[in-house]
C-alpha cells in the first residue's frame, strides 16, 4: 500500500508541474501540395530555431499532406521539407507568437524523368531513435536465406541462449511483438514459430529496452518487435523471391508479396513457403552420484510451412483510417533423433550400459490471427486508436520413444518403448484502445486495455508393449491455463526550451488460473492467482545543441510464468531426463534505470543497471541416484549493470560501416535450502559489426558477424565464447530490380555453444548447435506499375521515413 501511493504522489505531483510552467506555447502547421494541386503525404519535414541552428523535431506528413508542429514557445522557426521526385524547400524565419497556419506549401518537381530516375536512398542499417534501436534487417545482404530466429542471434545486442531463451542486454526476453502487437508463443512454440519465418519479408527488428506506460508491462528485458515488409509506393507492385540454403542438408525457401495502392485504400498479400530438413546435435556429459552418463544425440528433422500474410488499409477521410489484417502459418514436421548414452562407473571405470532412444516425432503446428484497426487523427493534436485482435495456435505433437539399454558387445539387457501425444491449443482475443490530446502545454495519452488467453495442453502418455500403445493413465493428465489481464495507463509528455519530459503510470490487473487434472497423486493440482500491480516509468531528455543529446528512462516491468513453466506434470526425454512445470512460479518484477548519450545522431553510448527479483531460471536438479529433472524455479535475484556502445559510419562514398559493442557485469544469487545456493557473478560482452563495400558495376561486399563472451545463461549455465562470421555477395542488374545474393554463413563454424552447469552434486559438460555453416543462395526481382500495367508510378520514398520518424 505505501508502494502503491508513493506511485500516486509522485505522478501526480509531476504532473501538476507540468500542466504549470508558465511559458505559453503555440502552433504551426500547413498543407504541402505539389504543382498540380495534389496533396503529398509521407513528405520529411524538420523544425529548425533560427537562433541557434537548434533541431527542434522531425515530422511526416500524413495522408491528406497536412504537417502539425506543437508545443512550440515564442521564438523564430525554419522549416525544411524532403521529398524524392521534389526540390527540396525551405520556408522563410517565422516568428511564432502565436498560433500559425502557412496554407499551402507547393513543392516544385525536381528536374528530373520520373520514368527513367533510380532512387537509390536507403535507410541506414541501425537507427537510434528516441525509445528503441531499430535494426533495418532488409538492408543486410547476409539476412537472405536466414530466418527470423537467426536474424536475432546476428541483431546487436540480443543473445539466444542453449534453451532458445531471448536475452537483450543481458536480460532474457519473453516479450516478442509482430507488427506492434504481442505473440501469445513463449518458450518452444515461439522459437519454433520464428524458425518457419524468412528474413526476406522482414523490413526490421526494433530493440526496445525501456518501453512507456503505454506498452504492455510485460517483459523483464524489455521489447523486440519484429516488422514485416509492408510497401508503400502508389500503384500496384509485386516482388517475389526464390533461394536455396545448403548446409549438411538442403532448405529451399520462396516468398511473393503483392500491394496495390491507392488515395482511397491500400491492400497487400504475401506467401511464403519453406521446405527443409534442419539439422541440430546436443552433446551432455552428466556426472551423478559416481556415474558418467555421456549423452550424444542428432536430430533431423523435415520440415514443410506456409505463411499467408494479407490486409487492406481504407483511407474513409482525411482523419479517418480502418485497416483489417489476416495472418496464417501452418507447419508440418516429422522428425528423427539419434540419442546414445555410455553410462560407466567411475570408481573403476568400467561401462556399466549404454542407452539408446531413438526417438520420432510428429507435429503440426496452425498458427491464425485477425486483426482490425480504427484510428482518428486530426491536426489539432487529438487522436485516438482502437485495436482488436483475434487468434488461435494449435499444436499436435506425437512422439515414439524406444529406449534400450546394451552391454558393450551389443547383448540387450533391457527394452523400454513410449509413445507420447501431446496436443495444444492456445486461443486468444484482446481489445486496447489509446487516446491522444494537447494538455497545457504538453501532451497527455491515456488507453484502456483487455486480454484473455485460455490454453489447454492434453498429454497422453502409453507404455508400448508388443506394438500395442497402452494409455498409462498415471502418467497422463490434462492441464488448462487461462489468463486475464486488464489494464489502464496515463502518460504525459512536455517540452520546455532544449529538456523533453514524458512521465506515465501503468496499472495491470491479472486473473490467473492453472488446473491439472490427472490420476496421479499430485499436489496443488489447481493454483488461482489475482494481484494488481502498478508500473511507472519516466523518461528526460535533454538537447544540448544540434550535435549532442542526453537522456535518462526509468521504468518497472513484469515477466509471469506461462503454462509450460506452470504444468507440474513430467515429460520424458529419454528414460532418465524428464521436465517438469513448476506451479508455485511467481512472477518476476524488474526495475531498470538507463542514462544515454547521442552524439550526431550516429555514435550512441547507454549505460543501465536492472534489478530482477524472482528471476525465473531452468535448474536441472537431481532425483533417484542416475535420473536428473529440469524445472523452473525463482531466484533470489539478478543484478545486471550494462554498457553499450553503437556506432555506424560512412568511410568514404564505396565504404560503410557499424559497430554494436555491449559489455555487463550480472550478480546471481539464490538459496533453494538443503545447501543449495548459486551465488555467481560475471563479467561479459558482445560485439556486432558490419562492413558493406561498393565494388563497382553494382556488386556489394558485405562482412557481418558477431562475438559474445563468456557468460551464464539462466542463473546456471556458464558458457564459452560463440560467434559467428558472414560474408557476402550482391549483383544488381535489370535496372537495379533484381538482385542476387550468395552468402556463406557462420564461414567458420564458431556458432555452436559450449556451456558447463554444476549444482546440487550434479555436473554437466554440454554443447550443441546446428548446420550453421551453410551456402544460401537467393533471387529477387520486383516489378513497379510501370512492369504490371504500363502505367506511369509515382514515386513516393514514404517507407524510407515513416517508421524512422513518428511511427
Known amino acids: 500500500m505505501k508502494k502503491l501511493l508513493c506511485n500516486f504522489i509522485f505522478c501526480f505531483l509531476f504532473f501538476f508541474f507540468c500542466a504549470n510552467i508558465n511559458a505559453q506555447n503555440f502552433s504551426i502547421k500547413a498543407i504541402i501540395t505539389d504543382n498540380n494541386d495534389e496533396k503529398i503525404p509521407f513528405a520529411t519535414t524538420s523544425l529548425w530555431r533560427v537562433t541557434d541552428s537548434t533541431l527542434i523535431k522531425y515530422n511526416i506528413s500524413k495522408e ?414 490434462l492441464f488448462t491455463y487461462t489468463e486475464n489481464i486488464n489494464a489502464a495507463y496515463i502518460n504525459y509528455q512536455v517540452q520546455y526550451k532544449k529538456i523533453d519530459i514524458q512521465a506515465g503510470l501503468r496499472a495491470e490487473q491479472t486473473n490467473s488460473s492453472a488446473v491439472l487434472l490427472a490420476n496421479q497423486n499430485i499436489n496443488n493440482k489447481e493454483v488461482k492467482r489475482s494481484y494488481l500491480d502498478f508500473f511507472p516509468s519516466i523518461g528526460l531528455s535533454y538537447a544540448v545543441n544540434k550535435k549532442n543529446s542526453f537522456a535518462l528512462k526509468y521504468s518497472q516491468r513484469i515477466e509471469r510464468p506461462n503454462y509450460q513453466d506452470l504444468n507440474p506434470f513430467e515429460s520424458k526425454l529419454d528414460e532418465l531426463t524428464y521436465q517438469k512445470g513448476n506451479p508455485f512460479l511467481n512472477p518476476q518484477y524488474t526495475k531498470s534505470l538507463e542514462a544515454s548519450h547521442t552524439y550526431d545522431y550516429s555514435l550512441n553510448t547507454t549505460l543501465s543497471f536492472s534489478q530482477i527479483n524472482g528471476f525465473f531460471a531452468q535448474v536441472t536438479d537431481t532425483t533417484e541416484s542416475n535420473r536428473n529433472f529440469m524445472t523452473s524455479k525463482n531466484f533470489g535475484a539478478l543484478q545486471v549493470w550494462n554498457m553499450g556502445v553503437s556506432y555506424p559510419a560512412e568511410i568514404n562514398k564505396w565504404w560503410n560501416m557499424f559497430i554494436s559493442i555491449n559489455a555487463s557485469h550480472s550478480n546471481y544469487f539464490a538459496d533453494f535450502g538443503n545447501n543449495r545456493i548459486i551465488n555467481r557473478q560475471i563479467n561479459s560482452f558482445s560485439v556486432y559489426g558490419q562492413q558493406t563495400f561498393s565494388l563497382g558495376k553494382n556488386f556489394t561486399l558485405e562482412l557481418s558477424g558477431f562475438f559474445s563472451s563468456p557468460s551464464i545463461w539462466a542463473g546456471v549455465y556458464q558458457t564459452k565464447s560463440l560467434g559467428n562470421l558472414d560474408i557476402a555477395l550482391q549483383k544488381k542488374f535489370w535496372k537495379n530490380n533484381a538482385n542476387l545474393k550468395i552468402t556463406l554463413a557462420d564461414a567458420f563454424y564458431t556458432l555452436p555453444w559450449r556451456a558447463v552447469n554444476e549444482f546440487a552434486g550434479l555436473y554437466i559438460n554440454g554443447r550443441g548447435g546446428s548446420d550453421s555453416r551453410q551456402i544460401r543462395i537467393n533471387f529477387t526481382y520486383k516489378l513497379g506499375n510501370k512492369q504490371l500495367k504500363g502505367i506511369k508510378q509515382r514515386k513516393t520514398g514514404a517507407e524510407e521515413e515513416t517508421e524512422r520518424i513518428g511511427n
Open 64 to 477: 491528406d499532406g497536412s504537417i502539425f508542429f506543437d508545443n512550440l514557445p515564442n521564438n523564430t522557426y525554419q522549416i525544411k521539407i524532403q521529398m524524392q521526385g521534389f526540390d527540396e524547400f525551405e520556408t522563410e524565419n517565422i516568428l511564432v507568437d502565436k498560433d500559425i497556419d502557412l496554407g499551402k506549401i507547393t513543392l516544385k518537381s525536381a528536374e528530373t524523368n520520373l520514368e527513367t530516375v533510380e532512387i537509390n536512398a536507403k535507410k541506414p542499417l541501425i537507427e537510434i531513435l528516441a525509445d528503441k534501436m531499430v535494426f533495418n534487417t532488409e538492408n543486410l545482404i547476409a539476412a537472405t536465406g536466414s530466418t527470423v530466429f537467426e536474424l536475432l542471434q546476428k541483431s546487436p545486442g540480443v543473445v539466444i541462449d542453449n534453451n532458445d531463451n531471448i536475452s537483450l542486454q543481458g536480460k532474457q526476453i519473453s516479450q516478442i511483438y509482430i507488427d506492434g502487437r504481442p505473440s501469445p508463443l513463449t518458450g518452444k512454440d515461439l522459437s519454433d514459430y520464428l524458425k518457419t519465418l524468412q528474413g526476406t519479408d522482414i523490413e526490421a527488428i526494433e530493440l526496445i529496452t525501456q518501453p512507456s506506460s503505454k506498452y504492455d508491462a510485460a517483459g523483464s528485458g524489455g521489447i523486440i518487435n519484429i516488422r514485416f515488409k509492408k510497401d508503400k509506393n502508389m500503384g500496384t507492385n509485386a516482388s517475389f523471391a526464390i533461394g536455396m540454403n545448403y548446409g549438411f542438408y538442403a532448405r529451399y525457401n520462396a516468398s511473393f508479396t503483392l500491394n496495390h495502392r491507392t488515395k482511397k485504400a491500400s491492400y497487400f498479400i504475401n506467401y511464403t513457403p519453406r521446405v527443409a530438413q534442419d539439422y541440430g546435435f546436443i552433446n551432455l556429459n552428466r556426472f551423478q552420484n559416481n556415474t558418467q552418463f555421456n549423452q550424444q544425440s542428432n536430430t533431423i528433422n523435415n520440415n514443410n510451412s506456409h505463411n499467408l500474410r494479407m490486409g487492406a488499409d481504407f483511407f474513409l477521410h482525411k482523419n479517418h483510417t480502418l485497416s483489417v489484417g489476416i495472418n496464417g502459418n501452418n507447419n508440418n514436421t516429422t522428425g528423427n533423433t539419434t540419442s546414445e548414452t555410455p553410462i560407466t562407473n567411475l570408481d573403476n571405470g568400467q561401462l556399466i550400459s549404454i542407452l539408446a532412444a531413438n526417438n520420432k516425432n510428429e507435429a503440426q503446428r496452425f498458427n491464425g490471427n485477425f486483426n482490425t484497426n480504427y484510428r482518428f487523427a486530426d491536426t489539432s493534436g487529438r487522436s485516438l486508436n482502437i485495436d482488436i485482435n483475434i487468434g488461435n495456435f494449435n499444436n499436435n505433437r506425437n512422439m515414439y520413444q524406444p529406449n534400450t539399454y546394451f552391454l558393450a558387445n551389443n547383448q540387450v539387457l533391457n527394452q523400454v518403448n513410449y509413445y507420447m501425444k501431446t496436443p495444444t491449443n492456445i486461443f486468444l482475443w484482446n481489445i486496447k484502445t489509446d487516446y491522444e490530446q494537447k494538455l497545457k502545454k504538453g501532451t497527455i495519452g491515456i488507453g484502456l486495455k483487455t486480454s484473455f488467453v485460455n490454453t489447454t495442453n492434453d498429454f497422453s502418455f502409453f507404455n508400448v508393449i508388443n506394438d500395442n500403445n497402452i494409455l498409462d493413465e498415471n502418467r497422463s493428465n
